[in-house]
Antibody
Framework: QVQLQESGPGLVKPSETLSLTCTVSGASISSYYWNWIRQTPGKGLEWIGYISYSGSSKYNPSLKSRVTMSVDTSKNHFSLKVTSVTAADTAVYYC????????????WGQGTPVTVSS | EIVLTQSPGTLSLSPGERATLSCRASRSVSSSYLTWYQQKPGQAPRLLIYGASSRATGIPERFSGSGSGTDFTLTISRLEPEDFAVYYCQQYDSSVLTFGGGTKVEI
């Protein structure tokens, strides 16, 4: 059974960097594309980007200048960094596994709420 | 980017009734890349339908998807109590992945 688990600070100060990690169990990270998605009451679900096991990545153009993703195959986890955060980055952050067969997310983490506030 | 508009925003129905949810794209979407999810409070979304009309593993037959081009539909033939939730469509056009704003199906 594939499980994804997000971890990281729930509170980040404005202008600082948001850092989250998604640990994958029950599947090797050396396959699939691994994504970050966030959800807010106002904007709904927003795709942040993906990274593959080889390190290739693609980001949402609206966030591209502030987002970096990385993967650590030895720890079977991948990470997200968002720089210069503002209150608009307050959201529930999900990690998800992209299924190339289904063209959708077949496994999700439970989500972790992140608040940007001083 | 392709904008997905879902309607109605809220659908008020009773168990046993039929639910019809719409997802309209700002430009044509390949059916292969149109996906539907269900989300319940406090949970992550769950993939229901992929390729516009194929049910994911374990999804009951009462869920069906249809459509092409810019107009897609999710139908729940007879609502069960556990089907009351929010439903999202999603597309991927190789540049940006986007989600619709969601339809809440409430009792």
């Amino acid at each position: 059974q594939v499980q994804l688990q997000e971890s990281g600070p729930g509170l980040v100060k404005p202008s600082e960097t948001l850092s989250l990690t998604c640990t994958v169990s029950g599947a090797s990270i050396s396959s699939y594309y691994w994504n970050w998605i966030r959800q807010t009451p106002g904007k709904g679900l927003e795709w942040i980007g993906y990274i593959s096991y080889s390190g290739s990545s693609k980001y949402n153009p609206s966030l591209k200048s502030r987002v970096t993703m990385s993967v650590d195959t030895s720890k079977n986890h991948f990470s997200l960094k968002v720089t210069s955060v503002t209150a608009a980055d307050t959201a529930v952050y999900y990690c998800g596994r992209w299924s190339s067969s289904w063209h959708g997310y077949d496994n999700w983490g439970q989500g972790t709420p992140v608040t940007v506030s001083s | 980017e392709i904008v997905l508009t879902q309607s109605p925003g809220t659908l008020s129905l009773s168990p046993g009734e039929r639910a019809t949810l719409s997802c309209r794209a700002s430009r044509s979407v390949s059916s292969s890349y149109l996906t539907w999810y269900q989300q319940k409070p406090g949970q992550a979304p769950r993939l229901l339908i992929y390729g516009a009309s194929s049910r994911a593993t374990g999804i009951p037959e009462r869920f069906s998807g249809s459509g092409s081009g810019t107009d897609f539909t999710l139908t729940i033939s007879r609502l069960e109590p556990e089907d009351f939730a929010v439903y999202y469509c999603q597309q991927y056009d190789s540049s940006v992945l986007t989600f619709g704003g969601g339809t809440k199906v409430e009792i």
